[in-house]
T-cell receptor, first 115, second 111 residues
């Protein structure tokens, strides 16, 4: 079974540009999460989809971040316009959602550098 | 107060020894507790989950949970150089709620 995949693995952009990150969860997983780790800090939650609906977006830092999950399959996270403080590693995770104690499986992350 | 605290390390142990990793959390509503292992530049990999007080063993790994003390630990027996990685403690309120992570403890197993 394929794991969570993310694209691109690295992205280097200039301040003010737009970047779109993509996540493909494990097939059949209804729950999809975005997390971010900025340098020197812990991994922090951004938002949670259940199928195509946003269940919790309390971790989104501001309105420059837009996440979508059309059709309840893959998800995109767009940053527009990017700022220096957006640099970090963006992780996607998925879980099946069928049990109370479902475990989240992580993708390899996208390393975003904003210059 | 940080929500999940871990000693950042590095924790160095000789090959074959027991490595002990500790984690405390502040949210008393936490229901599920996880240990992830992360090699440099790779994704966090789930190695243990624990939901009730006591010990849970899986191979060389034992997770321990004490909800009264808000404390979770991970013991790695017969440590191997391949265990050298950053170990992340994560908790959530159960169900499909977001994970809250500690900063991680870097473990180095010396051959």
């Amino acid at each position: 079974e394929a794991g969570v995949t993310q694209f691109p693995s690295h992205s280097v952009i200039e301040k003010g540009q737009t970047v779109t990150l993509r996540c493909d969860p494990i097939s059949g997983h209804d729950n999809l999460y975005w997390y971010r780790r900025v340098m020197g800090k812990e991994i922090k939650f951004l938002l949670h989809f259940v199928k195509e609906s946003k269940q919790d977006e309390s971790g989104m830092p501001n309105n420059r971040f837009l996440a979508e999950r059309t059709g309840g399959t893959y998800s995109t996270l767009k940053v527009q316009p990017a700022e220096l403080e957006d640099s970090g590693v963006y992780f996607c995770a998925s879980s099946q959602g069928a049990r109370w104690n479902d475990e989240q499986f992580f993708g390899p992350g996208t390393r975003l550098t904003v210059l | 107060q940080k929500e999940v605290e871990q000693n950042s390390g590095p924790l160095s142990v000789p090959e074959g020894a027991i490595a002990s990793l500790n984690c405390t959390y502040s949210d008393r509503g936490s229901q599920s507790f996880f240990w992830y292992r992360q090699y440099s530049g790779k994704s966090p990999e789930l190695i243990m989950s624990i939901y009730s007080n006591g010990d849970k063993e899986d191979g060389r790994f034992t997770a321990q949970l004490n909800k009264a003390s808000q404390y979770v630990s991970l013991l790695i027996r017969d440590s191997q150089p391949s265990d050298s990685a950053t170990y992340l403690c994560a908790v959530n309120r159960g169900g499909n709620t977001p994970l809250v992570f500690g900063k991680g403890t870097r473990l180095s197993v010396i051959a």
